[in-house]
């Protein structure tokens, strides 16, 4: 791999009935740890809200990336900021005044980040790509851990990492879904400075070893 990409382990894939075991095997590797909350409505899963947020501060001092899968994120954004993630991550698809909900993320003191979904091109953020921190391309339908990482994303990653470079800005690309050791370095020299991984990691024997192999 030419370039070191960080990591956030995602959370959805540990055991809840001891994330404080779970957390304790990436400290020494991840740069972040993603949060995955869902809603049951923009995604047709349940996840977690604010008591797990709350849970896992106390636990880590691993700074938090919370993506929020939800319908109306910027109801959540005010109760999310006040555990102070490093990068709270909206979605295209249900920000309708997407630059005030990016600015006011800012205002609270976290990195603005917009989510697109698998199905959603990456020209949609052209006229907002100087008011974020950094985009996070779907790489599988989102909702759950475990799936197959849709190739096509590649692409979006690729085409991102060109318009940052053509406009001299310094957002951050964040792939999400289906990453492994194994795709990793596609991901990375495509233009991703972040992977998330969830069942990569949590799944393995050894989730330590898995963070450091992408890393490197
Ligand atoms: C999917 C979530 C992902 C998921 C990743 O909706 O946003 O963060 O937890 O899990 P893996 O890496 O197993 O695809
Ligand atoms: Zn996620």
């Known amino acids: 791999m030419s370039e070191l990409a960080k990591v956030s382990p995602s959370i959805l894939a540990a055991d809840f009935s001891n994330l404080e075991r779970g957390i304790k095997k990436i400290e020494n590797c991840a740069d972040y740890i993603h949060l995955d909350v869902m809603d049951g409505h923009f995604v047709p899963n349940l996840s977690f809200g604010y008591p797990v947020a709350d849970a896992i501060k106390r636990t880590s001092n691993i700074p938090m990336d919370i993506h929020l899968m939800v319908s109306n994120p910027s109801q959540h954004i005010e109760g999310f900021a006040k555990y102070n993630p490093k990068i709270l991550i909206v979605h295209y698809e ?3 005044n997407l630059y005030r909900t990016l600015q006011r993320i800012r205002e609270l003191g976290s990195k603005a980040f917009v989510a697109i979904n698998p199905h959603t091109p990456v020209i949609v953020l052209d006229d ?6 950094g985009v ?3 790489s599988v339908n989102p909702g759950f851990s475990g799936q197959k990482f849709i190739e096509r994303s590649i692409r979006k990653v690729f085409m991102l990492s060109e318009m940052r470079k053509a406009r001299d800005l310094d ?3 964040m792939v999400d879904g289906g990453v492994s050791p ?3 370095s596609r991901i990375v020299e495509a233009g991703a400075d972040i992977l998330v991984m969830g069942s990569a ?3 393995s024997e050894d989730p330590e070893s898995v963070c450091r192999a992408v890393k490197s």
């Open 94 to 96: 249900v920000c309708n």
């Open 128 to 133: 907002i790509l100087e008011s974020l921190d």
């Open 136 to 138: 996070l391309v779907m």
């Open 171 to 173: 957002f951050e690309i």
């Open 182 to 184: 194994s795709n990793a």
């Open 201 to 203: 990691v949590f799944k």
